[in-house]
Nanobody, 119 residues
């Protein structure tokens, strides 16, 4: 099962930017490029919310309505990494952000990284 570790979270002012990274490791029979990758986020006491997804080759992406036009998902299969560029951050973007890797019916999650948007 792939091991995922998020990084890059922190505190930022409204209107600011952050870039999150998700590093993947622990591959056995498959490689990073065999996994479709996603970003989710969650606030305390609320359901986990879909943020963005990217195909295995990185040639197609989709976004949740709340982040469309502000966030950009990307990946570097040579580095086994995925990214989330977040611009024009809003107070409501304050969440724990999780990366998720999916291959077939199996999924793996990272431990999450906190993003706090505060003035």
């Amino acid at each position: 099962q792939v091991h995922l570790v998020e990084s890059g979270g922190g505190v930022v002012q409204p209107g600011g930017s952050l870039t999150l990274s998700c590093a993947a490791s622990g591959f056995t029979d498959f490689t990073f490029s065999d996994y479709a990758m996603n970003w989710y986020r969650q606030a305390p006491g609320r359901q986990r919310e879909f943020v963005a997804a990217i195909t295995r080759a990185g040639d197609n992406t989709i976004y949740g309505d709340s982040v469309k036009g502000r966030f950009t998902i990307s990946r570097d299969n040579a580095k086994n990494e995925m990214y989330l560029q977040m611009n024009s951050l809003k107070l409501k973007d304050t969440r724990v952000y999780y990366c998720n890797g999916v291959r077939g019916s199996k999924g793996s999650w990272g431990q999450g990284t906190q993003v706090t948007v505060s003035s």
